[in-house]
């Protein structure tokens, strides 16, 4: 038994030299665990100090040792950058799926934003329109389509500066401001839908007893309040606004990103969102209460800090990529979607002045 011993000992590399050698090295004594069943490139690794509990399984598990993290994932010295990581995907890949998700970005809130307006949709009873049951899935489908153009930012990617504002990275500070931006977003389509709602019950009784509503004039006030204060005012400025400032964020999270050359995919979507934005751009402005000075005001500014954005700041590119087939293409989408708007915007008043659709008397 004592020869079967040795031999199996012998053959995993133990020896009595090695051995003593090994514990002659550590202050405390140690005993080697089950070496003699071992390969050889394993029998050091397998040394356990004798003052300590022997459990294979825990040893086995090294995040059960390792030592607690008690700093923010954003808590990094203030004059180093994340450490670059590959990305998942080639860049040829991430810009097609960007230029798709910005095209279906601007389609999916074209739609929804102008179907209940052109198209007349049956009412479910009295109380629930149609187009409010339309309107109910717009931020279902136009939030997590917003989110995806963010999330394929570069800044996403790598966290960006991480001290950019106090404690927070980069990537922290833009997902806030986007957050900010998206609840103000809901907020007004949430108005928006229960006054548009609210409203037709009273409008309904309206018309059934004229004789009432001549004896108390606050039938009629309460409609106005609901659609002129609160519909048409009040909810269509606040989800407009909330849906500017996430395209806001989206244009400050790009700014420093270089895309393409586009291929031909990427080219011909990207073009075609560009034109849906900027139609839908000047489609809030024609069909907001006072929204074509609004939209006249607004095109020529953000089209003007896109310009600036790229001509101050351009990434090695002559004039900052203006010029290029999407080189910088969120910042040429947004730019050329101004471009658009005001010149829709500019066509309407010559022929209607700034008048709205509805008081213009365009269906």
Same mark, same amino acid.
């Given at each position: ?260 050359? @586009?291929?031909? %995919?990427?080219?011909? !979507? ?9 139609? /839908?751009? *000047?489609? &809030? ?31 090695? @590119?002559?004039? %900052?990529?203006?010029? !290029? ?9 947004? /730019?050329? *979607?101004? &471009? ?24």
């Amino acid at each position: 038994m004592e020869r079967r011993q040795k031999a199996i000992a012998q053959k995993a590399g133990k020896t009595p030299e090695l051995e003593e050698a090994q514990l002659s090295d550590y202050s405390a004594p140690y005993f080697i665990a089950d070496t003699a069943l071992a390969p050889p490139t394993l029998a050091s690794s397998l040394i356990i100090p004798m003052d300590q509990p022997y459990s294979p399984r825990r040893q086995s598990f090294g995040y059960l040792n390792a030592p607690t993290r008690s700093r923010s994932f954003d808590d990094d010295p203030e004059d180093e950058m994340y450490p670059p990581r590959e990305l998942k995907s080639p860049r040829s890949q991430t810009d097609l799926f960007v230029s798709i998700n910005m095209l279906a970005t601007a389609l999916a809130m074209l739609l929804l934003t102008t179907i209940p307006v052109v198209v007349s949709i049956p009412d479910i009873s009295i109380w629930f329109s149609g187009d409010a049951l339309w309107r109910l899935f717009d931020p279902v489908i136009t939030l997590p389509l917003n989110l995806s153009i963010m999330l394929q930012a570069e800044v996403f990617q790598t966290g960006g500066k991480p001290r950019f504002l106090g404690v927070w990275s980069e990537r922290t500070f833009a997902m806030i401001l986007w957050a900010i931006g998206a609840g103000i977003y809901v907020q007004g389509h949430g108005i928006h839908l229960a006054a548009a709602m609210f409203k037709h019950p009273i409008e309904q009784f309206n018309l059934d007893h004229p004789d009432l509503v001549a004896q108390y004039p606050v039938l009629t006030e309460m409609y106005l309040n609901m659609e002129d204060l609160w519909e048409h005012n009040i909810a269509h400025y606040m989800y407009a606004f909330g849906g500017m400032w996430m395209s806001w964020v989206q244009l400050f999270i790009y700014r420093n990103q270089i895309h393409g050359p @586009l291929r031909i %995919g990427a080219k011909i !979507t990207w073009i075609i969102g560009t034109i849906l934005y900027g139609a /839908l751009l *000047a489609g &809030v402005a024609i069909e907001f209460p006072h929204g074509l000075y609004v939209g006249l005001v607004y095109t020529v500014v953000i089209g003007t800090v896109c310009v600036c954005m790229m001509v101050f700041n351009k990434n090695d @590119l002559k004039y %900052g990529g203006i010029f !290029t087939m999407g080189r910088r293409m969120v910042i040429q989408y947004y /730019l050329g *979607a101004c &471009v658009i708007g005001i010149i829709v915007v500019i066509a309407w008043i010559a022929k209607y002045g700034f008048a709205n659709r509805k008081a213009a008397g365009v269906a």
